[in-house]
């Protein structure tokens, strides 16, 4: 089944500052790849995503880059507020679109 | 609010009990998930219903089943309950081929 890693585990950043979060994929079928914010106490939320025919998509201060070849995806968020604080998921899916999740980024963001 | 609301958001018990879950979907969504979170093992997915048929497994052990009934909720039944199964357990729900809409969990803690 799919397998994805994701790194680093916390990130801590200055309000202001950029943050990377990085994840890889292992089934070369996946085709769909969301992103999840988890605030403290609530589910996980999909703040953007992006399919396997489309390299790159940017949500205002949020941006998802894929490389398919080297089967990784990444997060970048610019401009980071405190209210960016959260965990953060990265996930894979194909055709079953039930996707497999990253271990979560804990993101810091120090005012 | 994501529209699935999942109960009860707390539950204590002793090991060898047995607790049930309920969860309602988004109005109009027919594929229900369940998920289960722990600090060392990230999110997991157990199984999916879809119109009141099981449509996929996940790492959902024997001592666990789900149904989901004609009004589309959905129940996640957790049996000889060990210390270990001490989680939060995220139901969600989809439209077909859409993203996942998590509820707010339901902390389980096993005694």
């Known amino acids: 089944g799919e397998n994805v890693e994701q790194h680093p585990s916390t990130l801590s950043v200055q309000e202001g500052d950029s943050a990377v979060i990085k994840c890889t994929y292992s089934?070369?079928?996946?085709?769909?790849f969301p992103w999840y914010k988890q605030e403290l106490g609530k589910g996980p939320q999909l703040i953007i995503d992006?399919?396997?025919?489309?390299g790159e998509k940017k949500d205002q201060r949020i941006a998802v880059t894929l490389n398919k070849t080297a089967k990784h995806f990444s997060l970048h968020i610019t401009e980071t507020q405190p209210e960016d604080s959260a965990v953060y998921f990265c996930a894979a899916s194909g055709g079953s679109y039930i996707p497999t999740f990253g271990r979560g980024t804990s993101l810091i963001v120090h005012p | 609010d994501s529209g699935v609301t999942q109960t009860p958001k707390h539950l204590i018990t002793a090991t060898g009990q047995r607790v049930t879950l309920r969860c309602s979907p988004r109005s109009g969504d027919l594929s229900v998930y369940w998920y289960q979170q722990s600090l060392d093992q990230g999110l997991q997915f157990l199984i999916q219903?879809?119109?009141?048929?099981?449509?996929a497994k996940g790492n959902i052990l024997e001592r666990f089943s789900a149904q989901q009934f004609p009004d589309l909720h959905s129940e996640l039944n957790l049996s000889s309950l060990e210390l270990g199964d001490s989680a939060l357990y995220f139901c969600?729900?989809?439209?077909?081929?859409?993203?996942?809409?998590f509820g707010e969990g339901s902390r389980l803690t096993v005694l």
């Open positions: 969600a729900s989809s439209p077909p081929a859409g993203e996942l809409f």
């Open positions: 992006i399919r396997s025919n489309v």
């Open positions: 219903y879809y119109n009141g048929e099981e449509r």
């Open positions: 089934d070369s079928a996946s085709n769909y």
